[in-house]
């Protein structure tokens, strides 16, 4: 059974980047498909972020204007996002999760729990 | 960027009825297109993709219809841990997702 939970720092300060982990129990990125970021701020609806495969080719949404990176660490079956600049509009809950094909837009299947962040002085 | 509307926002529906979700995209998606339902704190989970192929261990009450701009989710005979928001997504290019539907208790 695939499971993933993200892992980071609950608060962030204005400017500052935000940088969360998802790990994966069950499969090995290596394997294939892609590795997705979704989030969710508080009572609102669902934006995607970005994606990584395991080769290390990634896709993100253009309304972030480049402020996010997708990174892989296949060896600790790992991924990574960050995301610069942050302003109290990237308070959010992020999840992270497995897209189950190998080609970048997909649906998401299974999902982390998510992490709350907070962005905040 | 392709733009998902949901209707309702809101639908009352009375255990053991049937509800009917719409979600319409602003251009076509082709059949490219997925449910989800999410329950107080918990991630979403997938119902249908490709439009209507019900995801591993999805109740056959479940069904997904529609292509092209137009979909439909039916959840017949409601139960009790169906009354949750309900989001669907096209990924016909990078995806977007519609901004919910709440099935509450009529």
């Known amino acids: 059974q695939v499971q993933l939970q993200e892992s980071g720092p609950g608060l962030v300060k204005p400017s500052e980047t935000l940088s969360l982990t998802c790990t994966v129990s069950?499969?090995?990125?290596?394997?294939?498909?892609?590795w997705g970021w979704i989030r969710q701020p508080p009572g609102k609806g669902l934006e995607w972020i970005g994606n990584?495969?395991?080769?290390?080719?990634?896709y993100s949404n253009p309304s972030l204007k480049n402020r996010v990176t997708v990174s892989v660490d296949s060896s600790n079956n790992q991924f990574s996002l960050t995301l610069n600049s942050v302003t109290a509009a990237d308070t959010a809950v992020y999840h992270c999760?497995?897209?189950?094909?190998?080609?970048?837009?997909?649906?998401?299947?299974?999902w982390g729990q998510g992490i709350l962040v907070t962005v905040s002085s | 960027e392709i733009l998902m509307t949901q209707s309702p926002a809101t639908v009352s529906v009375s255990p053991g009825e049937r509800a009917t979700l719409s979600c319409r995209a602003s251009q076509s998606v082709g059949s490219n297109l997925a449910w989800y339902q999410q329950t107080p704190g918990q991630p979403p989970r997938l119902l249908i993709y490709a439009a209507s192929t019900r995801a591993t261990g999805i109740p056959a009450r479940f069904s997904g219809s529609g292509s092209g701009t137009e979909f439909t989710l039916t959840i017949r005979s409601l139960q009790s841990e169906d009354f949750a928001v309900y989001y669907c997504q096209h990924y016909d290019n990078w995806p977007t997702f519609g901004g919910g539907t709440k099935v509450e208790i009529k």
């Open positions: 990584i495969y395991q080769s290390g080719s990634t």
């Open positions: 999760a497995r897209q189950p094909r190998s080609r970048p837009f997909t649906w998401f299947d299974p």
């Open positions: 069950g499969y090995s990125i290596s394997s294939g498909y892609y």
